[in-house]
């Protein structure tokens, strides 16, 4: 691969719910600054019926070619033109998808939560470590963050860390629409910053108070507000797998943003968290 070349990786993806709809349709997309290719060649569903309306749905405003459709999980693993299989099952069912297939050699990204306790976890990834193939719990927020951090996130603040007095609040968010969540009052004007939440943003409003007072100047013909949209592509689940496709592409076998010590350091917490509210899942009353 020359060094202008973008990484490219070939997907299987097991799984057609909603969050392997998001995902798929933000790696196929057209992006002018993306830093890898992807290609879906195999989808596993539990029947051709479910692959195939997840194909149309996901595929309904594509131009790329679809994928090869299976009727299992087992025909996507062993399917030579697939690289990488992203696992979007229900996570009861992550530690024997992702055994699965790295048995057959594939690099894996696995949704979250990885497993469903600290141990099964651990068998995956001793698994994926034996094998000598990539894993990768899915955690877009991380690698999203991680790549923006150059520019102006994330900002650190000592206030915010706990060494002072904090409030714990709760929000509900009951439209579905863009709306106006926040108006910074200025002297010479207000900013409304326009989105579904504060964390996500879709636009702002600058709107500039008459002067009370005359000050030389030249009459410029423009209009007193304006609107800017920043365009982007997609909802930000690219970024996790341009991410594995430089990792794969480096040679590496976990991503430093989301290195799987840290997928164990979860494991542990949430069974701490389980433990304590005494929730057992069935399949570790089997054990």
Same mark, same amino acid.
């Given at each position: +691969?020359?060094?202008?070349?973008?990484?490219?990786?070939?997907?299987? %993806?097991?799984?057609?719910?909603?969050?392997?709809? +998001?995902?798929?349709?933000?790696?196929?997309?057209?992006?002018?600054?993306?830093?890898?290719?992807?290609?879906?060649?195999?989808?596993?569903?539990?029947?051709?019926?479910?692959?195939?309306?997840?194909?149309?749905?996901?595929?309904?405003?594509?131009?790329?070619?679809?994928?090869?459709? &299976?009727?299992? &999980?087992?025909?996507?693993?062993?399917?030579?033109?697939?690289?990488?299989?992203?696992?979007?099952?229900?996570?009861?069912?992550?530690?024997?998808?992702?055994?699965?297939?790295?048995?057959?050699?594939?690099?894996?990204?696995?949704?979250?939560?990885?497993?469903?306790?600290?141990?099964?976890?651990?068998?995956?990834?001793?698994?994926?470590?034996?094998?000598?193939?990539?894993? +990768?719990?899915?955690?877009?927020?991380?690698?999203?963050?991680?790549?923006?951090?150059?520019?102006?996130?994330?900002?650190?603040?000592?206030?915010?860390?706990?060494?002072?007095?904090?409030?714990?609040?709760?929000?509900?968010?009951?439209?579905?629409?863009?709306?106006?969540?926040?108006?910074?009052?200025?002297?010479?004007?207000?900013?409304?910053?326009?989105?579904?939440?504060?964390?996500?943003?879709?636009?702002?409003?600058?709107?500039?108070?008459?002067?009370?007072?005359?000050?030389?100047?030249?009459?410029?013909?423009?209009?007193?507000?304006?609107?800017?949209?920043?365009?982007?592509?997609?909802?930000?689940?690219?970024?996790?797998?341009d991410a594995v496709a430089i990792d794969i592409a480096a040679g590496r076998m976990e991503n430093a943003t989301m290195p799987l010590d840290e997928t164990l350091r979860m494991m542990s917490l949430m069974d701490g968290i389980?433990?304590?509210?005494?929730? %057992?899942?069935?399949?570790?009353?089997?054990?």
């Amino acid at each position: +691969m020359s060094p202008t070349e973008l990484p490219s990786l070939r997907w299987g %993806v097991i799984g057609t719910g909603r969050i392997s709809t +998001m995902f798929l349709r933000d790696i196929l997309i057209t992006r002018p600054q993306a830093r890898a290719h992807h290609q879906v060649v195999a989808i596993g569903s539990s029947s051709i019926q479910k692959a195939t309306s997840f194909v149309t749905n996901v595929w309904e405003d594509l131009t790329v070619s679809k994928p090869q459709l &299976y009727d299992n &999980y087992h025909s996507v693993y062993n399917d030579s033109n697939v690289e990488i299989v992203y696992v979007g099952t229900p996570h009861v069912l992550h530690k024997q998808n992702c055994l699965d297939a790295i048995a057959a050699g594939k690099h894996v990204l696995c949704e979250k939560p990885f497993t469903i306790n600290e141990r099964d976890a651990k068998e995956v990834i001793d698994a994926a470590r034996q094998k000598g193939v990539f894993i +990768m719990e899915v955690l877009a927020q991380s690698i999203a963050c991680s790549l923006i951090s150059a520019f102006h996130y994330p900002q650190k603040d000592a206030k915010r860390s706990g060494s002072e007095s904090m409030a714990i609040c709760t929000t509900t968010m009951y439209h579905e629409t863009s709306r106006d969540f926040c108006t910074i009052e200025g002297s010479e004007g207000t900013i409304t910053i326009y989105g579904l939440a504060a964390s996500v943003p879709s636009g702002f409003r600058i709107k500039c108070k008459r002067a009370e007072k005359g000050t030389p100047a030249k009459v410029v013909n423009y209009d007193a507000e304006e609107d800017v949209k920043f365009e982007h592509a997609g909802v930000g689940y690219h970024f996790e797998a341009d991410a594995v496709a430089i990792d794969i592409a480096a040679g590496r076998m976990e991503n430093a943003t989301m290195p799987l010590d840290e997928t164990l350091r979860m494991m542990s917490l949430m069974d701490g968290i389980r433990k304590a509210c005494g929730l %057992v899942y069935p399949q570790e009353r089997e054990v």
